[in-house]
């Protein structure tokens, strides 16, 4: 009977300090803080959420949390800031590995596979589908869409080799792979709104499209990633006006 709502909340403070110490530095329509914001709702991990504006003024909690690239997300955990999307959420799925699935594969080949792929979606992929999409030449943005096209190919035997017949890369539920590609979806559907085209083509990349929904669609995801509407008014405003290079940071 001594143990009052005060004495439990100390004993959850001390025990779970954790839970009470996580923050998140963003921006609501950035792909690579869904990752984090993905990893953290897989993991059951409660978070403080700040948005941060990097077309005006940074804030101050950013500017000292990551003071080399001043970018999102940044995720501070009892005061110890961890940097760039992947990293964070390899942090996530070792840090709460008693909670929810492993978003890691346990078997050291399939972990290579899925870093392999996911480096291959970060340096490779989307840079060129981001270069196609904003270049003023056409023959470059054909070209570029074009080599789009054959990465997702790539993408859609990928999927079914590692999938092995499962819902997702990571198997039966959402795992490292499918949180980076999968990032990117609402980006990649939003364009297709915006240039009224379309990327990823059933007839193409079956497997790949059927992943897409399943993906979207999940609890997991849905709750934390904006709204494809949402994302083509914002690149449609983004791009209507003119931009300094140094506001593109």
Not at 66 to 86: A, D, G, R, T, W
Request: aromatic share 10%; proline share 4%.
């Amino acid at each position: 009977d001594y143990l009052t709502d005060r004495t439990l909340k100390k004993f959850n403070r001390k025990f779970m300090g954790e839970r009470e110490e996580v923050k998140l530095l963003g921006t609501w329509y950035s792909p690579v803080v869904a990752r984090a914001k993905i990893a953290l709702r897989l993991k059951s991990v409660d978070y403080d959420y700040f948005e941060e504006d990097l077309f005006g003024s940074k804030s101050e909690l950013l500017l000292k949390s990551n003071p080399v690239h001043k970018k999102v997300p940044v995720l501070i955990h009892n005061n110890k800031p961890i940097m760039e999307s992947l990293n964070i959420v390899e942090y996530i799925d070792e840090t709460w590995s008693a909670s929810g699935p492993s978003i890691l594969p346990s078997h050291p080949y399939d972990r290579a596979q899925a870093r392999f792929w996911s480096a291959y979606v970060d340096d490779k992929w989307f840079p060129t589908f981001i270069a196609a999409t904003i270049t003023t030449s056409e023959d470059a943005g054909a070209k570029g869409m074009e080599e789009v096209g054959e990465g997702l190919l790539l993408l859609e035997d990928a999927f079914v080799s590692i999938s092995k017949g499962k819902s997702f890369f990571g198997g039966e539920t959402i795992g490292f792979m499918d949180i980076c590609l999968g990032s990117f979806l609402v980006i990649l559907k939003a364009r297709e709104r915006v240039n009224r085209e379309t990327i990823l083509d059933e007839s193409k990349t079956p497997s790949l499209c059927k992943w897409a929904d399943e993906f979207l669609s999940d609890d997991t995801v849905k709750n934390v990633v904006p709204e494809i509407d949402k994302v083509a008014k914002f690149i449609g405003e983004f791009e209507a006006k003119p931009q300094s290079a140094g506001s593109r940071s």
